[in-house]
Each structure stands twice: as C-alpha cells, then as structure tokens.
C-alpha cells in the first residue's frame, strides 16, 4: 500500500466543511464541484463517502463507498486505477490552462476569507475507546477519529492567568470550555455525530495554574470537568438514531462526562503556545443516527479517551473543526 501511494498524490476532503453544499449543483466551489463531478461518474450515487482515484481533469478511475473497511479491496482500486490513468493521454488526465487558472484564483479567494486563528491556537483533537471491563460489551475495532480545535489570539491567551507568575490559578473563560465540551468533547470515535445544544451544558469548568516561569516561557497546568447529557424522546431529530427494533431504548439519550488534566507551555514575548497537552478521560453513553454505535448495539456506558495537541502547521491540519460553522465567529 506504501509502495502504490508513492505513485498517487492522497488528498482527503471533508465533506461536512462549512459553506460546502454539496447539493447544489451551481456551486461555485472547485472542491465541491470536483465532488459533485466524480460521483455523477459512479454506478451507486447514495453517498459521497469512500475512497477514489481520479485524475485532476476530473475523471473517476476506480472508487467505492462499500470498499473503504477492506485494505485488500482499497489495494485493488489503487491498482485497477493507476492501469488506467496508464492509458490516458496528457489531454485526459489534466486540467485545462484556463480551468487550472480559475482554480488557482478561487482558492487564493478562499484563503484570503478563511477565519484560521494564524495568530491563535490550534489543537489537534483525537477521541478512541479506551480498555473496558472484561463484563462490559467489546468494541466492534480500533477505532478513532481526528478534528481539531481552534482558538483565537486572544482566547489563546485566555487559557492562563492574566498575572503569569508562579502559583497563580484562575478559570478558563467558561465559554471557551463549553466550545469544547458542545463540540470537541463528542463520540466521533466511529463516524460522525451531531454536537451539544447549549442547554445540554450541564458543567463546563477548567482552571489553569501556572507552574513555573522561566524567561519568558510559562509552564502551566490545567484541571476540570465538563458534563453534557442530552435526552431525546420524540420524533426522528438530528442525534436520534434512525432506526427501531429489538434493543433500541425507547427513550434515547446520549452524553459525555469528562475529566480534563493537563500541561502546556506559553510564549509572553511570542505570544503563542509553544506546547500544549490536553487529555479528556470521559465516560461517554447513547449514540445518534450515524456514530456507528447502532450496529452492536454500544449504548455504553463506556470508556472514551480524547486527547487534544498543538497541530502543526502544513496545509493537512488547518482543516476547519466539524463544527466550525456553531463556532459563531465573525
């Protein structure tokens, strides 16, 4: 598999990103419409997930929605399409120079209105099952999933107390913890879900202790909860499972109760994190439509770790959060 990506260019693309609608067939967004283009091709159109090959003019080579669990199957798509980008001429499998030039310019568009905190903090999140009780229903695999989390310049600087001197404590803005708690601290571990109403807050507190200081570097130590717990009991809504039968409550609910503890080390003169490690040990319960906790009926309650790291800086991990678009930025 190594072996055959070093012959393909791998890009990923988030289909949820704010602002792409992918239903609408008149967007102007060259991802969207490259999206869009590629599953016209496809034999089963149900879904934009799955794993593609294609050339950038546009053309499907191989792909499939059903495949993407199997690495055999993924490694015969790589295969079957690399044989026939093989046999393409130049003309078929690159853009033309005026659609490559209009490309260039949408995306130089976007960069220039993309919200990225460059001033800010960027956290790397990353949720999984953690070891169960050998009573307690087994996970299905081992899974996680990634998003990341963004913070401002000066809620950046928010996350330490205003006197950075040693043994000063003082609360993190109780906003910036609900943003985590609504949006971060969810069960993504196996597919997507939805993220917390307001109301479903029930704590959200964090405090941060300034450890030592030596220059200009602060070392800092964090600590807190955050609870949400949210019950559905009526119609199909988004978080509520779409399916009935045997094993399925009646009343759903879903929530996550986590401890939060960790360490992170801030530049005065940059102002800017320079580290920082954030670990959420959380029992998490319910499910919703698409978090595949469905399918071996994994209700929980049931151990879940995320851990939340300063992201680096190439192109791959300034991927807006899943929930960006409640974020409320202007």
Sequence with gaps: MQKLCQ????????????????????????????????????INQGSYQGVYLATPSGQLLAGSHEA???VRKVEQLMREGLEKWQKLSPAERLMTKDAFAKVVAEL????????????????????RDLPRLKSSKPSRRNAYNQDYAWFRKGEARA??????????????????????????????????????????????????????????????????????????????????????????PQVQKRGVDAKLEGQAVYDLKAEKFVSFDLLALSVR?????????????????????IVLKLAGENVAEKVPPLFFGNYGWK
């Design 108 to 127: 130089e568009d976007f960069e220039g209105r993309s919200q990225y905190p460059q001033n800010g903090l960027v956290l790397s999140a990353v949720c």
């Design 159 to 248: 996350l330490l107390p205003k006197e950075p001197v040693k043994g000063a404590k003082q609360k993190v803005p109780h906003d910036l913890v609900e943003r985590l708690a609504r949006f971060h601290f969810v069960d993504l571990v196996r597919g997507h879900t939805s993220s917390y109403p307001q109301k479903a807050v029930e704590h959200a507190e964090l405090t941060a202790e300034v450890i030592d200081v030596k220059g200009n570097l602060v070392s800092l130590g964090y600590k807190g909860r955050t609870r949400t717990a949210e019950v559905h009991d009526g119609e199909h809504i988004e978080g509520k499972w779409n399916a009935v039968g045997p094993g399925i």
């Design 285 to 305: 319960w319910g499910g919703n439509a698409y978090n595949g906790r469905l399918d071996q009926r994994d209700f929980g309650p049931a151990p879940m770790g």
């Design 68 to 70: 993407i669990h199997d």
């Design 7 to 42: 012959l393909l260019v791998p890009a990923g693309d988030s289909i949820e990103r704010p602002g792409k609608n992918l239903d609408d067939e008149t967007n102007s967004d060259f991802e969207a419409r490259l999206v869009q283009k590629l599953r016209n091709q496809r």
